[in-house]
């Protein structure tokens, strides 16, 4: 199986070593080959979408699109209202599975805030109990931003370079238990590759 996954930029792209770690952990014997595309910010819209998961198609089993809710524009009202308008812009694809991160990919570093805490040097309390509810109005990314600006070790948040510091040696269950967006891609992969669900 040879899935490519559209992410917007390298910040995603940390994310899909600890994703392969939990995969290999599920997928003894039927392990997919995950191949990341970057977008240069975000994801293509309506026809460029439509075009770009051909492409893709025609060397991959499957596609995976994921996206931010939050992309510095109001295309999106949610997770679910993303995922609709991907699946409407593609069309009738049964190999291109749309998926988001409510509001941004930062939503799933979230569930390691001791970590975060560690690394900042700060003792800031988490943003919510609920890692996808933080909003539009003060994204996740915001949150790390501003952690990392405030503790003492006196640097800011890069996210290429923190998230995949936040990630190193992290159990991904964690994010997958905190987070329905993050659960529901993760499920789109174990069934592609006929596991059960978690």
């Known amino acids: 199986m040879n899935i490519a996954i559209m992410v917007e930029g390298n910040t995603e792209v940390a ?6 770690g939990y995969l290999r952990q599920h997928l003894a014997g039927a392990m997919p080959r995950l191949v990341s595309r970057t977008y240069d910010g975000r994801i293509p819209k309506a ?3 439509r075009r770009q998961v051909r492409l893709l198609l025609n060397g991959h089993d499957r596609v995976i699109a994921l996206t931010d809710v939050h992309t510095g524009s109001r295309d999106f009202t949610d997770a679910a209202d993303a995922k609709m308008k991907m699946r409407t812009w593609v069309g009738k694809e049964p190999r291109f599975h749309p998926h988001a991160a409510q509001h941004d990919f930062e939503a799933w570093l979230l569930p390691y805030w001791l970590r975060i805490q560690e690394l900042a040097g700060s003792d800031r309390t988490a943003p919510s109990p609920n890692p996808e ?3 539009h109005g003060r ?6 931003a501003e952690i990392y600006r405030t503790g003492s070790r006196g640097r800011s ?3 290429t370079r923190d998230a995949a510091a936040i990630l190193r040696d992290a159990d991904l269950s964690v994010a ?4 329905t967006e993050l659960r529901a891609l993760v499920n789109t992969i174990l069934t ?5 669900s978690v």
Do not use: T
């Not at 994204?139 to 790390?144: K, S």
């Open 192 to 196: 592609i590759c006929g596991a059960a």
């Open 139 to 144: 994204p996740p990314a915001r949150h790390l």
């Open 157 to 159: 948040y890069v996210k």
């Open 133 to 135: 509810s933080v909003n």
């Open 47 to 49: 026809d460029r979408l």
């Open 176 to 179: 997958i238990a905190a987070c």
């Open 15 to 20: 994310f899909i070593d600890p994703l392969r």
